[in-house]
């Protein structure tokens, strides 16, 4: 699913100026047990015009679902909901955390070791 998505954002199948302007990156897709509903994860490049880019995939969902489908082998063609990958940001905000001033000098060794 995430590969078919990609695929799909990367050739530019999709007619919808804003996708064509920016590049997409499907990192994640999550899939109900059923295989019926997929939450898609994804982040544009350098996270620009995030909002812009999420309104572009959910207005042309009905294209993406259809296309997915005729790639993707599955019984049923997987309702598709599209929602910003934030991990990056959190992964950063844990990084900027471990490197502050306040933490650096609890990870220094201590004299009497």
């Not at 082998?73 to 306040?102: C, M, Q, V, W």
Request: glycine share 2%.
């Amino acid at each position: 699913m995430r590969h078919a998505l990609s695929d799909i954002l990367m050739r530019g199948e999709v007619h919808d100026d804003v996708l064509a302007s920016h590049s997409v990156s499907v990192t994640e897709v999550r899939m109900s047990p059923d295989l019926r509903h997929a939450t898609v994860f994804v982040k544009p490049l350098l996270g620009a015009d995030e909002a812009e880019v999420l309104k572009a995939l959910r207005t042309n969902t009905a294209y993406l679902q259809r296309s997915v489908a005729s790639r993707v082998n599955t019984k049923y063609a997987a309702k598709l909901k599209f929602l910003a990958d934030e991990s990056f940001d959190e992964g950063s905000h844990i990084d900027r955390l471990l490197r502050a001033p306040k933490v650096a000098q609890d990870l220094r060794p201590s004299e009497e070791e």
